[in-house]
């Protein structure tokens, strides 16, 4: 147990609908990042956040995506109109000095 | 953007054998970091090792900086130990930018 939380675990959806994903990342951590992760290939970084500032986002976020943290503490990710094409694992990632990362254990998102 | 290459793809071997895994980065990194992903996709760290050796039981890594390599080093490995290990790197205080891992197998 690295200590950084997600929920849900699992989520099925149809294709359109909204999904919404939490993470709770180690409590003195004011550092966090969210991955997606396809079959096959490791991790890719989709945004990054500095207590409750949204400091980056990737080319992989599209418009349907948003991202919040607010107070700094939890963060959500939340997909508008998913696509078949959204289908992967979403990771969160809680961030020690030096960029030390660690994990949670993911939301692994299936639009049918 | 940083690369980062990864080798061998896939490794099969059988329980109680050693195994090395290769990671080469294509620029100096402020961060390397290694990572067992479980077959639950749970990212377990299993280093964090920009330079140096560090050992942590039957598992040891070195990363040679100034030549852009990493090396992770599975002694006696069990059943428990399959799964896929990623190398993760950064430039500073930035996305790690993993690579495509090698999914090792250990047979009984």
């Known amino acids: 147990d690295t200590g950084v939380s997600q929920d849900p675990r699992h989520k099925i959806t149809k294709r359109g609908q909204n999904v919404t994903f939490r993470c709770d990342p180690i409590?003195?951590?004011?550092?966090l990042y969210w991955y997606r992760q396809t079959l096959g290939q490791g991790p890719e970084f989709l945004t990054y956040f500095q207590n409750e500032a949204q400091l980056e986002k990737s080319r992989l976020l599209s418009d349907r995506f948003s991202a919040e943290r607010p107070k700094g503490s939890f963060s959500t990710l939340e997909i508008q109109r998913t696509e078949q094409g959204d289908s992967a694992m979403y990771l969160c990632?809680?961030?020690?000095?030096?960029?030390?990362?660690?994990f949670g254990p993911g939301t692994r998102l299936t639009v049918l | 953007g940083i690369q980062v290459e990864q080798s061998p793809p896939d490794l099969i071997l059988q329980e109680g054998a050693n195994s090395t895994l290769r990671c080469n980065f294509s620029d100096s990194v402020n961060n390397l970091q290694w990572f067992h992903q479980n077959p639950w996709g749970q990212l377990i760290n299993l280093f964090y090792?920009?330079?140096g050796t560090k050992q942590n039981g039957r598992l040891s890594a070195t990363t040679v900086a100034t030549e852009r390599y990493s090396l992770l080093y599975i002694s006696s490995s069990q059943t428990t130990d399959s799964g896929v290990y990623f190398c993760a790197v950064d430039g500073g205080n930035t996305p790690l930018v993993f690579g495509k891992g090698t999914r090792l197998s250990v047979i009984a």
């Open positions: 090792i920009p330079s």
């Open positions: 990632a809680s961030i020690r000095r030096y960029n030390e990362q660690f």
């Open positions: 409590s003195e951590h004011n550092r």
